[in-house]
């Protein structure tokens, strides 16, 4: 069931934008978040959500989308994020975060996926665009946005071949295609 | 659903050491790591599992348990884990593995909460001294060690006071308390 739900949180990139995501549905991936593990139980994770158009389109400005199709710019208008969850360190409680935004982004995306949702765990973002457009107070440092969606692509993980190439690609039906390691390379006898 | 596996799946550090984890649940759970989100799909994780009594006795003593409870050691022979998951980071693919280990570590502990195992994702570790007693050859870093059993403690969640302590604690009765904030504290309107 768990590895059924890990199987289908792919990380979309292009979404039916005008079904919308309701705020309590935010609310309740920031609970799931909020539940999750934290180093030294320090809870250093604050969030901030969006699911309204005018916001959405600001947080969307300040993102960058799959450095691997360099000739893709990210998803066109009608095919964007319908909602946003931005995780924040709050740097009056620690400095260092270690991987409590980890811990947490699966937590809220596998969460999203069970609501039949997905999305992508964004870490290029520009920081200092966004602290603008959101008004984001200096104390916290902006780690992670979680851009949701229901999701209008269709994603496929394959085998990574000989050659060892990572890049995920597009096909000409424009399916999405993620090689990943078999487990026999990554699990050490 | 999902919100009921990341409750239950607290932070647990004393286990019915007897109760064994085969190999194959621990193969399971790395796959789950295999099938997570990687920065750039880079997919730099490595793991070795154990679930055998006397390389698990080798781990755990490059083990350092609940900072926060000074005057105990960590637990004693028949509660300590009957299996743990070390998770790597190959350097020879990257030399920065951003949050790969939370996300992946995250899948996991889920996918042992569904096994009706449970753990801690152990991040103070001797790592010479683990990578001494496994043989772990220096390409890889040690990034966390995840330990899991079944659990033999109860956990509890509860509001954080007045004064802001979030400090775990154990009662009379040996069980633990995890003090957690309030959504309304860490979700920004």
């Not at 059924?4 to 309590?24: A, G, K, M, T």
């Not at 994770?45 to 993102?63: G, H, P, T, W």
């Not at 450095?67 to 710019?73: A, F, N, Q």
């Not at 409680?93 to 596998?110: E, K, N, P, V, W």
Request: some cysteine; overall charge negative; glycine content about 10%.
């Amino acid at each position: 069931m768990l590895n059924d739900l890990v199987v289908r949180n792919r990380s979309y990139r292009r979404f039916y934008q005008e079904v919308p995501i309701v705020y309590e549905a935010l609310r309740e991936l920031v609970d799931l978040g909020r539940l999750s593990a934290s180093g030294a139980n320090r809870q250093p994770l604050k969030y901030i959500v969006s699911c309204e158009r005018e916001r959405n389109a600001q947080i969307f400005a300040n993102l960058k989308w799959a450095g691997y199709l360099p000739e893709w710019g990210g998803p066109e208008e009608g095919e964007r994020p319908a909602g946003y969850v931005m995780v924040l360190g709050d740097t009056t409680i620690t400095q260092s975060f270690g991987i409590d935004h980890g811990i947490a982004a699966q937590s809220i995306m596998l969460g999203a996926t069970e609501k039949g949702l997905g999305g992508c765990i964004v870490a290029s973002i520009n920081k200092e665009g966004l602290r603008q457009v959101l008004a984001i107070d200096p104390r916290y440092e902006i780690l992670l946005v979680l851009a949701l969606g229901k999701p209008k692509e269709t994603v496929v993980i394959e085998p990574v071949g000989p050659e060892g190439d990572i890049k995920y690609w597009r096909d000409g039906e424009q399916v999405h295609h993620v090689p990943k390691r078999a487990l026999a390379e990554i699990l050490i006898e």
